[in-house]
């Protein structure tokens, strides 16, 4: 089974509106991924935060940590229709079940 | 750089049967993982190579089996299918040694999805 979990596991929204996407884990890590999944393809990285990290941005992603309670959110803001896709967090070779992301147009 | 690439892209075989699947990853990348990923089990990793070494073993049975080549080229083998190893079959690689404390961003191929009939 799957040590990491997303939440939800499939949010439907309207472009422009923000998506935010949680990820717990049970086991320590040095770093957490975030990975992106067009359906049926291979997954394509998105950020990586570092176990010391607290928060961290790259273009329209906002990523934050918390080890303390072993989670982690990824924030797609002012999202777009091409954001639909499944999106999966990962401490080295443990990925969560993901989470569906629909953007309506 | 080329991106990993895995052939074949997809394959029907029939229970019983056994499969190679290739991995070619990125220039220069001596780690190579590979993963299992279907809709009830979701991703989950089968084995990992670093130098032709099996770094890492996921929980799989002994009928999954792999490989790493001097050039970093990887296969893996599925001996005796069985209906349920249907999947899309994921080959990452890494730059380096994903060892503890490693920055260990993976980067995936396309897949090769299999069907067992």
């Known amino acids: 089974s799957q040590q990491g979990e997303e939440d939800p596991q499939a949010l439907s929204i309207q472009e422009g509106e923000n998506a935010t996407m949680n990820c717990s884990y049970k086991?320590?890590?040095?770093?957490l991924q975030w990975y992106r999944q067009n359906s049926g393809r291979g997954l394509v990285h998105l950020i990586l935060?570092?176990?010391?990290?607290r928060e961290k941005h790259s273009g329209r992603l906002r990523v934050t940590l918390d080890t303390s309670k072993k989670s982690s959110s990824l924030l797609i803001t002012a999202s777009r229709a091409a954001d639909t896709a499944s999106y999966f967090c990962?401490?080295?070779?443990?990925f969560g079940d993901g989470t569906t992301l629909t953007v309506k147009p | 750089k080329a991106g990993v690439t895995q052939t074949p892209r997809y394959l029907i075989k029939t229970r019983g049967q056994q499969v190679t699947l290739s991995c070619s990853p990125i220039?220069?990348?001596?780690?190579v993982s590979w993963y299992q990923q279907t809709p009830g089990q979701g991703l989950q990793f089968l084995f990992e190579?670093?130098?032709?070494?099996?770094?890492n073993k996921g929980n799989f049975p002994g009928r999954f089996s792999g490989r790493q080549f001097s050039n970093s080229r990887s296969e893996m083998n599925v001996s005796t299918l069985e209906l349920g190893d249907s999947a899309l079959y994921l080959c990452?690689?890494?730059?380096?040694?994903?060892?503890?404390?490693?920055?260990?961003?993976?980067?995936f191929g396309p897949g090769t999805r299999l069907t067992v009939l």
């Open positions: 220039s220069g990348h001596r780690s």
């Open positions: 990962a401490g080295k070779s443990t």
């Open positions: 190579y670093f130098s032709e070494t099996q770094r």
């Open positions: 990452a690689s890494t730059p380096r040694d994903r060892g503890p404390g490693s920055y260990n961003e993976q980067f």
């Open positions: 086991t320590s890590i040095n770093n």
């Open positions: 935060i570092r176990s010391n990290e």
